[in-house]
């Protein structure tokens, strides 16, 4: 008995995780929905142009793509497609390098590593899905 109580803590565990991998990419639709003039502002503030088709076709992306990780089917292409959004993202709104030294050049800097991170975090949940294995040594 205790392998199967083990086992459904660890799948918990698991789906709890992915949710908190994909907090952001789910608060954030959820507000671009509740203000959808400020989606379309933002938009517009990096240049995205049409901003309304924009803003909608990011908060499906976010919303389904988020779906995908945390209930399994298509994980792995929803985890490199979520990365993959995350690194052009950072490129596009975090230009540290283009900010005098600084309060904001820190901040966009420190914000810049942790989408690094989470960018990351998505290949290795898709390396996981697909099974593939790193060549590292292990410790």
């Known amino acids: 008995m205790a392998p199967r109580a083990t086992s459904a803590w660890t799948a918990g565990l698991h789906r709890l995780a992915l949710l908190a991998l994909c907090a952001a990419y789910i608060q954030g639709p959820v507000t671009k929905l509740l203000d959808f003039n400020g989606a379309i502002a933002e938009m517009v503030h990096f240049g995205l142009a049409p901003p309304a088709l924009f803003a909608a076709g990011v908060?499906?992306?976010e919303l389904v793509a988020s779906a995908?990780?945390?209930?399994?089917p298509l994980?792995?292409?929803a985890a490199l497609a979520l990365g993959a959004f995350t690194l052009a993202a950072t490129l596009v709104a975090l230009r540290f390098w283009d900010l005098p030294p600084g309060m904001d050049r820190?901040?966009?800097t420190n914000a810049f590593f942790e989408h690094l991170g989470l960018a990351?975090?998505?290949?290795?949940?898709?390396?996981?899905?697909?099974?593939i294995k790193g060549g590292g040594t292990s410790a």
Do not use: Y
Request: hydrophobic share 70%.
């Open 106 to 108: 820190a901040m966009a």
């Open 120 to 131: 990351g975090a998505f290949g290795l949940v898709a390396l996981d899905s697909f099974k």
């Open 68 to 72: 995908l990780v945390v209930f399994g």
């Open 59 to 61: 908060i499906v992306f």
């Open 75 to 77: 994980r792995g292409w």
